[in-house]
């Protein structure tokens, strides 16, 4: 097969890569010229996704996979198109498609009769049928459904190991119809390969879910039960507190039961996906109250971090707080909605002067992304954001004149925390 991957990201990039690792020819079309050049030289764009580099330039040497910044002359190219640019939602959980509209636009000047088009972006319930299907019929002069097949197929993968869970998770597909659904599904069973899952009550591969829409709501739904779950665990984190319970020996305890299935809480729910998706859920079905709550539980929580802070350290004005964490999670060097801004703020509107280190960025690159970095000077108090393996074996010696810690993720070790107030979430 010819197909056409669109946006090179930290998404489509591994996608292209694998569906070439089969033998199939791709073309990647992204509108940034340096992307498509260290593709095109073999060398990846961005760190951290395993084995990307090895396999990108495997393809790339075996003539399988290329790229170009001209989308619809790739298009034209190809049997099927998929697409994962990016959508971006604002604080009301407003969809901005700019940048999927310019995509599909350029889609739609390439495309010829026949031709499969899958989009994997993450999209409010709806989108496929009534934006994308109108806006490829328009600019191709083809019928949606007739000339040409249409589908949503959400990407359920985690960067960092995409090429695993790409062989891990069924692979949703929802069509704007019967046909478009069985192309939808043969494609994606021509590029993928799926480990066995006796725990499922289908076989893993390729599963129809019978309309776009079902489909779309899937990768919602999934990720809007997370924010909901954590939600729920900060509540009763946060009751905790007040009845002197451990809350994590509580859910410990529940989940033993296997109809429990308690999140954890924390001082933040950070990234890309789990605080965004249920914004554009919210935008879908704005009556969803449960949801709602759940989003304002969590965005209430590095205020509630630093709450605990100032109860247990006093007065806060002046005070030097390190703030240890800019990463949204452990071990992934990406800010996207990470709690270290909200508790940044929140320090800030008490008075106390922030700071933030992160083993895995430099000052220079913390001030890039607005935040203070760290150079020695003196601290009263520190607060952990992020879960890095690094701080597990943090002990006060290694903030000299903190008296009160907050570890927003429980990833100290309580031992080596003797003589220093040592404060967790629902502890
Ligand atoms: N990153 C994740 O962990 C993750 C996980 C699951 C699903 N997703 C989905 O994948 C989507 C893409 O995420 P990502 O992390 O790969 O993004 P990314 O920011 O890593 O990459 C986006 C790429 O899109 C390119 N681009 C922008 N406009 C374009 C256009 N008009 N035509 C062609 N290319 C264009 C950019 O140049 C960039 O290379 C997300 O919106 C989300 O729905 C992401």
Sequence with gaps: MNICVVALGKIGLPLAVQFASKGHRVIGADVSERVVQLVNDGAVPFPGEADLDVKLK????AGLLSATTDTAAAVAESEAVVVVVPLFVDAEGVPDFGWMDDATRAIARGLKPGTLVSYETTLPVGTTRNRWAPMLAEGSGLTAGTDFHLVFSPERVLTGRVFADLRRYPKLVGGIDETSAAHGVRFYEAVLDFDERPDLDRPNGVWDLGSAEASELAKLAETTYRDVNI?????FARFADTVGVDVTKVIEACNTQ??????SPGIAVGGHCIPIYPRMYLWNDPAATVVRSAREANAAMPEYAVDLLAAAYGDLTGVGVLVLGAAYRGGVKETAFSGVFPTVEALRRRGAVPYVSDPMYSNEELAAHGLPGYDGEPLGA????????EYRTLSPADL???TVLVDGRRVTDPERWTGVRRVVIGG
Excluded at 231 to 235: D, I, K, S, T, Y
């Design 400 to 402: 000299p004149g903190v």
């Design 58 to 61: 495997e393809t790339v040497a």
């Design 231 to 235: 939600g729920l665990a900060n509540q």
């Design 258 to 263: 296997p109809y429990s299935h308690i999140h």
């Design 382 to 389: 520190a607060v952990i954001q992020a879960d890095h393996a």
